[in-house]
């Protein structure tokens, strides 16, 4: 019963760890993860958060937010949209694509791998915390 009771507890407390989604730049490094839509960087630091349609930086503060189609700055400016999976800064260029588990540049060259994150976790990830 003991042993029981300590795998349950093992599990229950390895549990949040097993859905974090890890985030490998074009040299197959680990520079991040997202876990229960909290960021963190390679080394496992907290760098930020979103909740809703607002993203947050590590100390708590509004660093922005997705409002539909549009990414704002902390301050209301537009930063950048996306269409599809095309990512464009505030003046429409590309500057980048998701490609299921893939993200390219704005040139097409292949930057992130992103295995598992929603396409709205990559977006947050990709405007406020690469």
């Known amino acids: 019963m003991k042993n029981l009771l ?3 507890i093992l599990t229950f407390l390895l549990l949040p760890c097993a859905n974090a989604q890890n985030i490998y730049n074009s040299k197959g490094s680990n520079i991040g993860k997202v876990n229960d839509n909290q960021y ?3 080394s496992g630091s907290f760098i930020g958060k ?3 349609e607002y993203v ?3 100390t708590g503060s509004n660093i922005g937010r997705i409002n539909g189609n ?3 700055n902390r301050t209301g400016k537009m930063i ?3 269409n599809d999976n ?3 800064n505030k003046t429409g260029a590309n500057v980048g694509r998701i490609n299921d588990d893939y993200v390219y540049d704005g040139s097409g060259k292949y930057i992130l791998r992103v295995s598992g994150l929603t396409r709205r976790q990559i ?3 990709f405007y406020f915390f690469y």
Request: hydrophobic residues 25%.
């Open 70 to 72: 549009y990414i704002y």
């Open 6 to 8: 300590l795998l349950s």
């Open 40 to 42: 963190y960087d390679g």
């Open 86 to 88: 095309y990512l464009y």
């Open 56 to 58: 947050y930086n590590r």
């Open 80 to 82: 950048g949209r996306t």
């Open 50 to 52: 979103s909740k809703g």
């Open 123 to 125: 977006i947050v990830y």
